[in-house]
Nanobody
């Protein structure tokens, strides 16, 4: 079955960095675009970044352009999100869903940016 396990979250001060990772299994990873979403408390889930199956096409929401970097490893079946220059408004639970007939979600990983 499809499994997505996000990790790497934590608490950092503004300006800090984190690297999130998502381990995928149960499907042919290299055939699927992957995305990162986030959801802050009391807010709707927000798309953050996406990467094409071959890793060549990258897209970001405007609020993270120049600060976040999405990447993938089609041998290890992982998709990462490097978070740099973090701001308090980046605080959220981060997810890496995949759409295969339906959307699958992992449990997410919490990122907290606070001084």
């Amino acid at each position: 079955q499809v499994q997505l396990v996000e990790s790497g979250g934590g608490s950092v001060q503004p300006g800090g960095s984190l690297r999130l990772s998502c381990a995928a299994s149960g499907f042919i990873f290299r055939n699927h675009a992957m995305n990162w979403y986030r959801q802050a408390t009391g807010k709707e889930r927000e798309w953050v970044a996406g990467i094409s199956p071959d890793g060549e096409d990258l897209n970001y929401v405007d609020s993270v352009k120049g600060r976040f970097i999405i990447s993938r490893d089609n041998v290890k079946n992982t998709v990462d999100l490097q978070l740099n220059s973090l701001k308090p408004e980046d605080t959220a639970v981060y997810y890496c869903p995949v759409y295969i007939v339906k959307q699958y979600w992992g449990q997410g990983t919490q990122v907290t940016v606070s001084s």
